[in-house]
């Protein structure tokens, strides 16, 4: 994986990724309970956090 900008320096080596996402409530068990996402990214010259919300799910 390469980065570019300020992410460039960061994603040198090995860097690891670690996708969280976030429920409301004691058991998320469909995608409805799901609002947002962290991505934490953690290396030899990395470590830094990207937040964000998500989508409700299309309607079938």
Known sequence: MTGTGIFRAGLTGRPRFRLILQGRGVLCTTA?????WTLQVTGP??????????????RA
């Open 32 to 36: 409805e309970d799901f609002a947002h």
């Open 45 to 58: 010259r990395a470590r830094f956090s990207l937040f964000g919300s998500l989508r409700p799910p299309a």
